[in-house]
């Protein structure tokens, strides 16, 4: 029987802001990066990383999360012999583009961070089409038992999702689960792809216009910032809700604010506002058909722990010569949220 490849340890440095990996390479996941590489020294923090770069001349491979540092000619002149960057978070389009331009593999958890929006997502249209929200809202006195708004509910409705990127495609398959109508409003969105997910596309007028829910996941670039303007939001089914746990600045939210004041009969989830927080004395804190929370639906408590583990599954991959599965190429940077 032939004996499995033995691998010599790569020599790794885990770099970022000591709370944040503190966070994502905890449960045992700092002595899995022990394991699997031979890490050079202790955590090297961000604001620090110049005076620490002696020390990193023979590293490899770089292991992260959020607040990542700025890769500069300097920096990494100073790592002439890093391949690789595994970054367990989301987004590396801050700090990506000179590593991808000296031909640096870049490895990012995005995917994993994709998962728990997308049950917060579900679960907040499962609620919406249930009539959840406004039904709890009118429900404060024995009388209402029978009169208090009620949903459509779950069996045939119209879900329609704006972008099917990691997030919106990740709702698209939980939604599978139920006999609902998935319509998808994306201009990059392939015949094929949308075959796969089962889900039908239409235009951002149709999308309103359709759906018993919205869901917005749509990246911020600047064709898509302040693209959901009144015309969309008046345009709505009676009693449809608007989720938005995408980017905050996507939205016109001056009008969605007087749209829902002249609505009272929509409702809309807000896990992302702009600017964030609102400002003091918004009406989004105040108007009784709009619910913001404080941007839960990515990764939270041991969550985020899920974003090491999937580097490290990349990490098994890159070493052995495959692809990696999550690896950013540059044509990914330009849109990445």
């Not at 839960?296 to 052995?320: H, K, N, P, T």
């Amino acid at each position: 029987m032939a004996s499995s490849p033995v691998h010599s340890k790569l020599k790794s440095a885990l770099i970022g802001d000591a709370t944040s990996i503190s966070q994502v390479f905890s449960a045992g996941r700092l002595e899995r990066l022990q394991e699997l590489t031979d890490l050079q020294g202790e955590l090297v923090p961000s604001p620090s990383l110049v005076e620490n770069l002696p020390r990193l001349a023979e590293v490899e491979v770089i292991f992260g999360t959020w607040s990542m540092p700025e890769f500069t000619p300097q920096v990494l002149a100073a790592m002439p012999k890093l391949k690789a960057v595994f970054y367990a978070a989301g987004s590396v389009r801050y700090f990506g583009l000179p590593l991808l331009e000296r031909g640096i593999t870049l490895v990012s958890a995005w995917q994993a961070n994709a998962i728990p929006v997308a049950e917060f997502t579900l679960a907040q249209i499962l609620l919406a089409t249930k009539g959840y929200f406004h039904n709890v809202a009118e429900y404060v006195h024995p009388d209402v038992l029978f009169t208090a708004h009620r949903g459509r509910g779950n069996f045939g409705e119209t879900v329609v999702l704006l972008g099917c990127g990691a997030i919106g495609s990740k709702v698209a398959e939980y939604l599978r689960n139920f006999h609902l109508q998935v319509k998808v409003y994306d201009p990059f969105l392939s015949d094929e792809r949308a075959a796969a997910l089962n889900v039908t596309r239409v235009s951002l007028p149709e999308a309103f216009a359709e759906g018993y829910v919205v869901s917005n996941h749509l990246p911020d670039l600047p064709e898509t910032r302040s693209s959901l303007t009144r015309s969309h939001f008046a345009s709505m089914r009676k009693h449809a809700t608007f989720i938005n746990t995408g980017r905050g600045i996507t939205v016109d939210e001056a009008a969605l604010i007087e749209v829902m004041q002249e609505r009272p009969d929509l409702t809309a989830l807000l896990d992302v506002t702009h600017p964030e927080p609102p400002q003091a004395g918004s009406l989004l804190y105040t108007l009784p058909n709009i619910h913001v929370t404080t941007h839960i639906a990515g990764s939270l408590g041991d969550e985020v722990i899920r974003m090491a583990d999937y580097c490290f599954e990349d990490f098994l991959r890159w070493r052995s010569g495959q692809q990696p599965l999550y690896e950013v190429t540059l044509a990914q940077l330009q849109t990445m949220a």
